[in-house]
């Protein structure tokens, strides 16, 4: 019986071992990889702010015919001719030479002594814009009246004159404050074919 029980310890002896083995095997094979270095920092700038495009420069013809020429010398070859008035566009310079663009899109060279800084063309409106407060009336007990004034309004956008349309108000002293209101009103003038044009503007004043 003793014989019996000490093969059966040897024999078991080399199951334990290699069940060992296989249980750190796998401990090593599960076992979680070690986490990556963090990032290093670095300097964060603001973005640069987008900068708009340059508005597009215009000339206009003052001389009664001109030639539009291949190059910026009077040597160059006539590749249009242009009048008095016609906008160009300016793409380019050298000396007093502009080179420019026709709205037919011919390119080509004009001398700047006989051309001039177009101004931007404001867009049409029908309307006027009032650019000062128009005064709050006010009266204490009954209403006294009121005065209406029709005010003629030049390009400026100021009032070159006034009639008097209505006076209910009934005293100089209430006329003389409305008028010298209406007065010192300023507005931006409507606009057609780019240019301000005059207007009649009628005041209100209740007293």
Known sequence: MVAVKTTTLRSAAP?????LLLTLTGACKTAAPPPP???????????????????????????SRLN????????????????????LLVTGRDGEWLQVTLADGTSGWV???YVRKDEPCP????S?????DVPLSFS????????????????????ASTK???????????????LDEVKALKFAPPVRNCKPVPFIYTYTRNF
């Open 15 to 19: 199951l334990l071992v290699a069940a």
């Open 37 to 63: 270095p963090p990032p290093a920092p670095v300097e964060v700038k603001p973005a640069a702010e987008a900068k708009p495009a340059p508005p597009e420069e215009t000339v206009r013809v003052t001389a």
């Open 68 to 87: 539009v020429r291949s190059r910026p010398t009077t040597a160059g070859a006539t590749v249009a001719r242009v009048r008095k008035g016609e906008r």
């Open 111 to 113: 001398s700047g002594a």
């Open 123 to 126: 867009g049409d409106k029908a």
């Open 128 to 132: 006027a814009e009032l650019l000062s």
């Open 140 to 159: 204490e007990g009954a209403a006294i009246g009121k005065v209406v004034i029709e005010a003629t309004v030049d390009t400026s956008g100021g009032v």
């Open 164 to 178: 008097v349309v209505q006076d209910t108000a009934g005293t100089p002293e209430l006329l003389a404050r409305a």
